[in-house]
């Protein structure tokens, strides 16, 4: 079983529509969180930090998540063409190694 | 801002050469990473080093090695590239393992 799991999609919604996006884990010692955006071709780029459970707002961006469901997720409001990615999440236990979702695949249609 | 850069987008290499990536970050970090990223496999990391001529293993290692003589610039050796090499190659780093990692552009490697 790999540490995290992520839906690969591909998914594709119209624009305006909000999105959602999700993993899941089975360490229970995952304390950090993180959500990453990737264009075709380029490096991921940080768009979420979080630590422990909760959500965290940031503009059209909320993440969440929920420890006891070792799950969590990303919305996207007011989704835009220029959301079209690859979103990646991300998550570590303190001081050790990061492990990452093998991506969801994301378009956004004008 | 943080800023990695990689020292090429893109690269092909034959069978049996000896392939050098270089990674550079402006930030000061003490951690940096190597990272390979292939279809439906998702990152998976070569090389970490957490100070200047420290390194340790990933889950990936076998048939790479890595440099980091300077504090800010890491690279990653194919001692004898292989067909089963070519993938995306990101470097990353953190200001230390309790940060969020920052992202190189990536070197898409093509072996022949």
């Known amino acids: 079983q790999k540490e995290v799991e992520q839906d690969p999609g591909p998914l594709s919604v119209p624009e305006g529509a909000i999105v959602s996006l999700n993993c899941t884990y089975s360490n229970s010692a995952f304390q950090y969180f993180m959500w990453y955006r990737q264009y075709s071709r380029k490096g991921p780029e940080l768009l979420m930090y979080?630590?422990?459970?909760g959500n965290k707002e940031d503009g059209r961006f909320t993440a969440q998540v929920d420890k006891s469901s070792k799950y969590i997720s990303l919305f996207i409001r007011d989704s835009q063409p220029s959301d079209s990615a690859t979103y990646l999440c991300a998550m570590r236990e303190t001081g050790n190694q990061f492990y990452f979702g093998t991506g969801t695949s994301l378009t956004v249609i004008p | 801002d943080v800023k990695v850069t990689q020292s090429s987008r893109y690269l092909v290499k034959r069978t049996g050469e000896k392939v050098f990536l270089e990674c550079v970050q402006d930030?000061?970090?003490?951690?940096m990473f190597w990272y390979r990223q292939d279809p439906g496999l998702g990152l998976r990391l070569i090389y970490f080093s957490y100070d200047v001529k420290m390194k340790e293993k990933g889950d990936i290692p076998e048939g790479y090695s890595v440099s980091r003589e300077k504090k800010e610039r890491f690279s990653l050796i194919l001692e004898s590239a292989s067909t089963n090499q070519t993938s995306m190659y990101l470097c990353a780093s953190s200001l230390n393992l309790s940060y969020e990692q920052y992202f190189g552009p990536g070197t898409r490697l093509t072996v022949t």
């Open positions: 930030m000061d970090h003490e951690n």
């Open positions: 979080t630590y422990s459970s």
